[in-house]
């Protein structure tokens, strides 16, 4: 290929990141406002507890099935048929795996309701015996089936992301949040906190499943296939084996944080509530970046241009390290009227946003290393190789595990977080090196270049933010409890946030950002 047709396949993959990061930003800001209304009718609980403990046996199935790794494994064979110009025999896998995957998904739904009411309390050891339990184990049963859907729609998507469709995979997560907002709203009178688990399992079947099944309609070819001898089978389940027996932070952190939590009434919700407005940048920056790359780095590889792939992957961590350094900054200077101005009503007290408030600055020391192991975890993943990735993801568990204990015992719920950071900034670097050494494919300067860029916009960003802050509480007496102040002063900070930022971007125009700002330009034809 030429370095025309490079150039046409950069500019492809740079649109699909951003019409994902799109997507995230409406799923998440979705997200905070059916987290905001769980607070608002049931604050920081036992029962909100056992709403986000439900998911964990849900969680589990799904990882063990590589349910939410399902992308990763099946995008590198599907893209290899579609380029040798096989893709009956790649549609003949997709029958394969939806047969088989689907059946044992059917038996694990059904096992997973039958012991959860013996799993439930071990997974929750701090946990009330009674009502806490009892409403734990109803929602968690209610929750299970919906991973049906999300594997099934998974495979889907997986399909039209090598075609280079992703609009289903912008729009599901959207009717996926809304349906949990309508059913929390709608049937709150009758099921309580129950309804926003009724309104996952409804969401799951209609977006996640129901929209990439509508938008494939035309070209999937499905037929009911059960051959688990297939040579393209047992290849595509020893790529997915290390994935269901190896664990990372990116799956393991949330299961490590609940079990921990437990034992303090509201921590899980805490926890929850902080981390998620961490990942909501994540999932902007670094997991929309990995979606979109996964695709084009595979092709480059199926076609043997290893030198090209390492080229695009190296740009692509350097952008997202430059703004994940700038999205760090703007989380810890704007921690505490964020939380405030998200979910500080009703229920949800302000003791309960000063602990929320504290937890999110450790989360967000940690952002860099969330952005960064998501994309370079692509790079292996686009040579068929999840064993590397796995190795290095289940030591680095193995290290930072008695670190959760020590840090909990000694700062709580805060130093969860912070091991959460530590962990996953070890195990990006960790793999970042890893993946240089093997392949020697993996430009570095201007991944560092990226982060040292990053860093002087945070710094300047985050002194014009300060600065707004000091100047209004001299000039009124901040009281964040009080929206009428903390809106206005969230909006000013991160009006001055930005602002600094932008400038310095219009003075310094540095790459990671006229990299973008290009692709518009050109596409709009301004």
């Given at each position: 290929?030429?370095?025309?047709?490079?150039?046409?396949?950069?500019?492809?993959?740079?649109?699909?990141?951003?019409?994902?990061?799109?997507?995230?930003?409406?799923?998440?800001?979705?997200?905070?406002l059916r987290d905001a209304i769980v607070a608002y009718l049931h604050g920081a609980s036992p029962a909100?507890?056992?709403?986000?403990?439900?998911?964990?046996?849900?969680?589990?199935?799904?990882?063990?099935?590589?349910?939410?790794?399902?992308?990763?494994?099946?995008?590198?064979?599907?893209?290899?048929?579609?380029?040798?110009?096989?893709?009956?025999?790649?549609?003949?896998?997709?029958?394969?795996?939806?047969?088989?995957?689907?059946?044992?998904?059917?038996?694990?739904?059904?096992?997973?309701?039958?012991?959860?009411?013996?799993?439930?309390?071990?997974?929750?050891?701090?946990?009330?015996?009674?009502r806490q339990i009892d409403l734990a184990i109803w929602m968690t049963r209610i929750v299970i089936p919906?991973?049906?859907?999300?594997?099934?729609?998974?495979?889907?998507?997986?399909?039209?992301?090598?075609?280079?469709?992703?609009?289903?995979?912008?729009?599901?997560?959207?009717?996926?949040?809304?349906?949990?907002?309508?059913?929390?709203?709608?049937?709150?009178?009758?099921?309580?906190?129950?309804?926003?688990?009724?309104?996952?399992?409804?969401?799951?079947?209609?977006?996640?499943?129901?929209?990439?099944?509508?938008?494939?309609?035309?070209?999937?070819?499905?037929?009911?296939?059960?051959?688990?001898?297939?040579?393209?089978?047992?290849?595509?389940?020893?790529?997915?084996?290390?994935?269901?027996?190896?664990?990372?932070?990116?799956?393991?952190?949330?299961?490590?944080?609940?079990?921990?939590?437990?034992?303090?009434?509201?921590?899980?919700?805490?926890?929850?509530?902080?981390?998620?407005?961490?990942?909501?940048?994540?999932?902007?920056?670094?997991?929309?970046?990995?979606?979109?790359?996964?695709?084009?780095?595979?092709?480059?590889?199926?076609?043997?241009?290893?030198?090209?792939?390492?080229?695009?992957?190296?740009?692509?961590?350097?952008?997202?390290g430059f703004l994940a350094v700038i999205g760090s900054a703007g989380l810890i200077i704007a921690a505490?009227?964020?939380?405030?101005?998200?979910?500080?009503?009703?229920?949800?007290?302000?003791?309960?946003?000063?602990?929320?408030?504290?937890?999110?600055?450790?989360?967000?020391?940690?952002?860099?290393?969330?952005?960064?192991?998501?994309?370079?975890?692509?790079?292996?993943?686009?040579?068929?190789?999840?064993?590397?990735?796995?190795?290095?993801?289940?030591?680095?568990?193995?290290?930072?595990?008695?670190?959760?204990?020590?840090?909990?015992?000694?700062?709580?719920?805060?130093?969860?977080?912070?091991?959460?950071?530590?962990?996953?900034?070890?195990?990006?670097?960790?793999?970042?090196?890893?993946?240089?050494?093997?392949?020697?494919?993996?430009?570095?300067?201007?991944?560092?270049?990226?982060?040292?860029?990053?860093?002087?916009?945070?710094?300047?960003?985050?002194?014009?933010?300060?600065?707004?802050?000091?100047?209004?509480?001299?000039?009124?007496?901040?009281?964040?409890?009080?929206?009428?102040?903390?809106?206005?002063?969230?909006?000013?900070?991160?009006?001055?946030?930005?602002?600094?930022?932008?400038?310095?971007?219009?003075?310094?125009?540095?790459?990671?950002?006229?990299?973008?700002?290009?692709?518009?330009?050109?596409?709009?034809?301004?």
């Amino acid at each position: 290929m030429n370095d025309e047709s490079d150039a046409s396949m950069g500019e492809r993959m740079g649109w699909a990141a951003l019409l994902l990061s799109a997507s995230m930003f409406l799923s998440r800001i979705l997200g905070f406002l059916r987290d905001a209304i769980v607070a608002y009718l049931h604050g920081a609980s036992p029962a909100t507890d056992a709403y986000y403990a439900a998911f964990t046996l849900p969680d589990l199935m799904r990882y063990f099935l590589a349910g939410g790794t399902l992308s990763i494994t099946f995008i590198p064979f599907f893209s290899s048929y579609v380029t040798e110009g096989d893709e009956e025999g790649g549609w003949q896998l997709f029958s394969n795996i939806a047969t088989i995957m689907g059946s044992a998904l059917v038996i694990f739904i059904l096992a997973l309701e039958w012991i959860a009411p013996w799993a439930i309390p071990r997974l929750n050891p701090g946990f009330e015996p009674g009502r806490q339990i009892d409403l734990a184990i109803w929602m968690t049963r209610i929750v299970i089936p919906a991973q049906m859907a999300f594997y099934i729609g998974g495979l889907l998507q997986s399909t039209l992301f090598v075609k280079e469709v992703f609009w289903p995979s912008a729009v599901a997560p959207l009717i996926y949040n809304i349906c949990i907002i309508l059913g929390g709203v709608l049937l709150d009178p009758w099921l309580g906190i129950g309804g926003f688990a009724v309104g996952v399992l409804v969401g799951a079947f209609l977006g996640p499943l129901g929209l990439p099944l509508w938008a494939a309609r035309h070209e999937v070819e499905y037929t009911p296939q059960f051959d688990p001898t297939d040579s393209d089978f047992k290849s595509f389940v020893a790529l997915t084996l290390p994935l269901m027996v190896g664990v990372s932070l990116l799956t393991a952190d949330k299961w490590i944080l609940r079990y921990f939590g437990s034992h303090i009434d509201g921590a899980i919700t805490w926890l929850n509530n902080s981390r998620k407005l961490m990942l909501v940048l994540f999932a902007i920056i670094g997991q929309a970046a990995g979606q979109a790359a996964l695709p084009y780095l595979s092709r480059l590889y199926s076609e043997e241009r290893e030198t090209e792939m390492g080229e695009m992957l190296a740009g692509s961590l350097r952008r997202v390290g430059f703004l994940a350094v700038i999205g760090s900054a703007g989380l810890i200077i704007a921690a505490e009227p964020m939380v405030y101005v998200v979910f500080r009503r009703g229920a949800f007290t302000a003791a309960d946003a000063s602990q929320t408030a504290h937890i999110l600055f450790f989360f967000a020391l940690g952002l860099i290393g969330w952005t960064m192991q998501s994309l370079a975890n692509r790079g292996f993943y686009a040579r068929k190789d999840t064993i590397t990735p796995m190795i290095i993801g289940s030591s680095i568990v193995v290290v930072v595990l008695p670190l959760y204990y020590v840090l909990f015992e000694q700062f709580g719920p805060a130093g969860l977080a912070a091991t959460t950071s530590i962990g996953i900034s070890l195990n990006a670097l960790v793999t970042l090196v890893v993946y240089r050494y093997q392949t020697n494919e993996l430009p570095l300067a201007p991944i560092g270049l990226g982060l040292v860029r990053g860093l002087l916009f945070a710094i300047v960003a985050t002194l014009a933010a300060q600065m707004v802050r000091m100047g209004a509480n001299r000039i009124w007496s901040i009281n964040l409890d009080h929206l009428g102040h903390a809106i206005p002063l969230l909006a000013s900070m991160g009006a001055a946030f930005f602002g600094a930022a932008g400038l310095l971007s219009l003075i310094y125009r540095p790459p990671e950002i006229e990299t973008v700002r290009e692709k518009v330009i050109d596409k709009i034809g301004w």
